[in-house]
């Protein structure tokens, strides 16, 4: 088989599996709760939501279903699908296997963008939140790219981690000013839950927002799955190939800042799923894009859900931020990785 027949074939072959997957663990995540409900009653919630079925069901269970779980589960899904490609992004463009957009500031300039929109009260609806979030997401990537920029004393790796750490304090305490300065109390607790990572207060229309738009942004990063392979080698290398580094990088992070926007503007800010699943999926499948990406998407769906799961039914009878459950597993993760690319 040909070199181009053999980079079709493998993603073809992890295809056949993904969905399969993807859908048992969507099943699980709506099944799973401190109210446990069964496969086949998600089933019949479906059938009759979906194609009418008229299937007699216990009208708390449907509502349960169709109403709470599922757009939570399906936002997870997105929201961990969409936070991995964006962290698989900006390590492959600055060739940093610890950028992410939370360590970067893109998270924390979101959180105030949308946090400002909130208070402020311009406009309603998840998507003014969105546009929000993205303004402030691009302004924070702005400062930290400025700041690197100038420390020219610096090797380059340090400069855009320390550059990301100063504008991440920088947005994180405009926030807490924000807060402070014009919200109450109720808003401010409300908030800062939020900030966490949240998703008790998604719906059908933040499924309408997330899904859409990590599926671009999927496709985007599959379509450059070649330019994001010559990056690995550095911009030089890349324009050698006949790259268009400057659109190609203000592309895909472009598209990184506004995948992060739109799900830090619904859930709020979740750290570690950028950082670790890229390294982990890295490590089982190599560094060619056309397998990376679309499993690093899959991989961060199936963290968040099981996250997702484990907010709910950790403490019987409270829900704990999602940002919270993904430190506590992501931290130690990403200290083995760490320990064992240190070995290798």
Same mark, same amino acid.
């Given at each position: 088989?040909?070199?181009?027949?053999?980079?079709l074939? *493998?993603?073809?072959?992890h295809? $056949?599996?993904?969905v399969?997957?993807?859908?048992?663990? $969507?099943?699980?995540?709506?099944a799973?709760?401190?109210? /446990?409900?069964?496969?086949?009653?998600? %089933?019949?919630?479906?059938?009759?939501?979906?194609? #009418? @079925?008229?299937?007699?069901?216990d /009208?708390?269970?449907e509502?349960?279903?169709?109403?709470?779980?599922?757009?939570?589960?399906? *936002?997870?899904?997105a929201? +961990? @699908?969409?936070? =991995?490609?964006?962290?698989?992004? $900006?390590?492959?463009?600055?060739?940093?296997?610890?950028?992410?957009?939370?360590?970067? +500031?893109?998270?924390?300039?979101?959180?105030?963008?949308? &946090?400002?929109?909130?208070?402020?009260?311009?406009?309603?609806?998840?998507?003014?939140?969105?546009?929000?979030?993205? #303004?402030?997401?691009?302004?924070?990537?702005?400062?930290?790219? =400025?700041?690197?920029?100038?420390?020219?004393?610096?090797?380059?790796?340090?400069?855009?981690?320390? =550059?990301?750490?100063?504008?991440?304090?920088l947005?994180?305490?405009?926030? @807490?000013? !924000?807060?402070?300065?014009?919200?109450?109390?109720?808003?401010?607790?409300?908030?800062?839950?939020?900030?966490l990572?949240?998703?008790? %207060? &998604?719906?059908?229309?933040? *499924?309408?927002?997330?899904?859409? &738009?990590?599926?671009?942004g999927?496709?985007?990063?599959?379509?450059?799955?070649?330019?994001?392979?010559?990056?690995?080698? %550095?911009?030089?290398?890349?324009?050698?190939?006949?790259?268009?580094?400057?659109?190609?990088?203000?592309? !895909?992070?472009?598209?990184?800042?506004?995948?992060?926007?739109?799900?830090?503007?619904?859930?709020?800010?979740?750290?570690?799923v950028? $950082?670790?699943?890229?390294?982990?999926?890295?490590?089982?499948?190599?560094?060619?894009? #056309?397998?990376?990406v679309?499993?690093s998407?899959?991989?961060?769906a199936?963290?968040l859900? @099981?996250?997702?799961?484990?907010?709910?039914?950790?403490?019987? %009878?409270? *829900?704990?931020?999602?940002?919270?459950?993904?430190?506590l597993?992501?931290?130690?993760?990403?200290?083995?990785?760490?320990?064992?690319?240190?070995?290798?």
């Amino acid at each position: 088989m040909s070199r181009a027949g053999h980079a079709l074939a *493998v993603p073809v072959g992890h295809g $056949l599996w993904v969905v399969p997957l993807l859908c048992l663990a $969507l099943a699980a995540g709506v099944a799973i709760g401190e109210t /446990p409900i069964s496969l086949p009653v998600v %089933g019949q919630v479906l059938a009759n939501k979906l194609w #009418a @079925a008229g299937y007699p069901l216990d /009208p708390i269970d449907e509502g349960i279903v169709w109403n709470y779980r599922l757009t939570r589960t399906i *936002v997870a899904a997105a929201c +961990g @699908a969409g936070l =991995a490609i964006s962290g698989l992004i $900006l390590q492959s463009l600055l060739r940093n296997p610890l950028a992410e957009p939370y360590l970067l +500031g893109i998270s924390a300039g979101a959180s105030t963008g949308a &946090v400002l929109v909130a208070l402020a009260g311009l406009g309603a609806g998840a998507l003014s939140l969105s546009m929000g979030a993205f #303004a402030g997401a691009i302004a924070a990537f702005l400062l930290v790219a =400025a700041l690197a920029h100038s420390a020219r004393g610096m090797a380059g790796s340090g400069q855009i981690i320390l =550059a990301g750490i100063a504008g991440s304090q920088l947005f994180n305490a405009l926030t @807490a000013f !924000l807060i402070t300065k014009s919200a109450s109390a109720e808003q401010a607790r409300g908030i800062m839950f939020w900030l966490l990572g949240n998703l008790s %207060g &998604v719906r059908w229309h933040s *499924v309408m927002l997330a899904v859409p &738009v990590v599926l671009v942004g999927l496709a985007v990063c599959l379509w450059h799955r070649r330019a994001l392979d010559a990056f690995t080698f %550095g911009a030089d290398s890349a324009a050698s190939l006949g790259i268009p580094v400057r659109r190609v990088r203000f592309v !895909l992070i472009g598209c990184a800042a506004l995948v992060t926007a739109v799900m830090v503007s619904m859930v709020g800010s979740i750290g570690f799923v950028g $950082l670790v699943i890229p390294h982990a999926v890295r490590l089982l499948v190599g560094v060619r894009h #056309a397998r990376l990406v679309p499993l690093s998407a899959l991989a961060g769906a199936l963290f968040l859900i @099981a996250a997702d799961v484990l907010s709910r039914t950790l403490i019987k %009878g409270q *829900v704990l931020p999602i940002g919270v459950i993904t430190a506590l597993v992501g931290a130690p993760v990403f200290a083995l990785i760490l320990i064992r690319g240190g070995r290798r």
